[in-house]
């Protein structure tokens, strides 16, 4: 096989409505999806997350010239020779972001080559995977009592459509997020809750945090702290019963062995679209199994990396392990996304809160591509910029 194009599709769209978190409000999305083509018609698909153009010119511009006519089933020479071309410029940020999405489509070849589904190529089962759902973003249309009811009724919506396990947002100032923690475990005393400060707290404020969500049972803290405070993160941890989640800001094994030596935390959240891709990925939850501690993946874009995650799930280890498995909920984010919700035609069904694995080879996804082409977003258009979307 020979790769003959690769193709990026920065994509935007506007939100109806503007959707909020610690560090500043949403009023549209933008996405980065990737084509790579062989010459015998073999498409794989891959996703990077970060900011869509830069991400495309480093793949238009670096990254295919190096990929182009190569065999796309050595994929792990590949990913050492992107390394090692650009291994000055891209331990950290938008080269690895890239490097991540071409990797993903590359696995996405190899398994529609073999005609067997991603997850078989991984080893791993075909079992549904449970989800966890991702919402309940701020609103800057009205009082915080008003849309604390609001984000109560929004959670509500995803218990009845199956969801057994909801992810809600911290750090928009302390009084709000003690009462938000609170209302929500009265609200919903029998479902798991996690809670995400997107690294919006000091040490002593996330010191108060995980007190509070220690009592309330909350199943992780998550990014309570800036990501590079490793040690900070490392006593936190030993200050709390509350799990310490954090690593979508991380990338490569480096980066994670970092943190696992540091002992800063009890839950990797390796973004598959970023951390380097599944080959780098499958490092760090080596790294992770030797330091005992979980993978949950970060999920927060389109249907590839819902695939990718979904599959790379079924392949993880249990740390420890024992009879009565402790599942690995998948991410799934519940925010308005018209391009994650029209550009495929086929992709793995969730029911009752459970991605359902479908059986195509790959990634098992298809892109409906006149679809596609209506979020297309030109390389010099500058105001996909997350800034020029932000209101203040
Ligand atoms: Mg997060």
Not at 157 to 173: M, R
Not at 274 to 286: D, P, R, T, V, W
């Amino acid at each position: 096989m020979e790769i003959s194009a690769i193709e990026c599709f920065p994509l935007r769209t506007d939100l109806s409505r503007a959707i909020g978190f610690s560090q500043w409000y949403y009023t549209a999305k933008n996405n980065c999806l990737l084509k790579i083509t062989c010459a015998d018609g073999t498409v794989g698909w891959g996703e990077c997350y970060g900011p869509n153009l830069a991400i495309a010119a480093a793949v238009e511009h670096h990254f295919k010239p190096l990929l182009i006519g190569k065999n796309p089933l050595q994929h792990e020479q590949l990913w050492n020779l992107m390394w090692r071309a650009y291994h000055d410029f891209n331990r950290h940020g938008i080269f690895m972001a890239a490097i991540s999405g071409l990797d993903i489509a590359l696995w996405d070849i190899k398994a529609k080559a073999l005609q067997v589904p991603l997850r078989t190529l991984l080893g791993g089962s075909d079992e549904p995977v449970p989800c966890y759902a991702t919402g309940m973003y701020y609103r800057n249309d009205k009082p915080e009592a008003a849309m604390l009811e609001e984000l109560l009724d929004e959670a509500a919506t995803y218990v009845e459509a199956g969801y057994s396990f909801l992810k809600v947002k911290l750090g928009k100032n302390l009084e709000f997020d003690r009462e938000l923690v609170q209302q929500f475990r009265h609200r919903f005393p029998n479902t798991k809750i996690a809670a995400d400060s997107n690294h919006a707290y000091n040490f002593k404020e996330a010191m108060g945090m995980a007190r509070l969500l220690e009592s309330l049972d909350y199943s992780w803290f998550e990014e309570p702290l800036a990501p590079d405070s490793y040690h900070d993160m490392a006593r936190l941890r030993a200050s709390t019963s509350v799990p310490i989640a954090a690593g979508e800001c991380e990338q490569t094994r480096f980066g994670f062995e970092r943190l696992a030596r540091a002992g800063s935390l009890d839950i990797f959240q390796p973004d598959i679209a970023y951390c380097g891709g599944l080959s780098e990925f499958q490092k760090i939850a080596a790294i992770a199994s030797a330091a005992q501690v979980d993978v949950v993946p970060h999920c927060w874009g389109l249907k590839v990396n819902q695939a990718v995650a979904a599959a790379a799930i079924r392949m993880l280890p249990e740390n420890p392990g024992r009879f009565e498995r402790r599942p690995i909920y998948l991410e799934m984010d519940q925010t308005e996304h018209p391009v994650r919700d029209s550009i495929f035609s086929e992709s793995h069904a969730i029911i009752d809160g459970a991605l359902h694995f479908n059986d195509l080879p790959g990634l098992g996804i298809e892109v409906d591509e006149a679809q596609l082409a209506n979020f297309r977003i030109d390389l010099n258009d500058s105001s996909t910029s997350r800034f020029a979307n932000v209101e203040e």
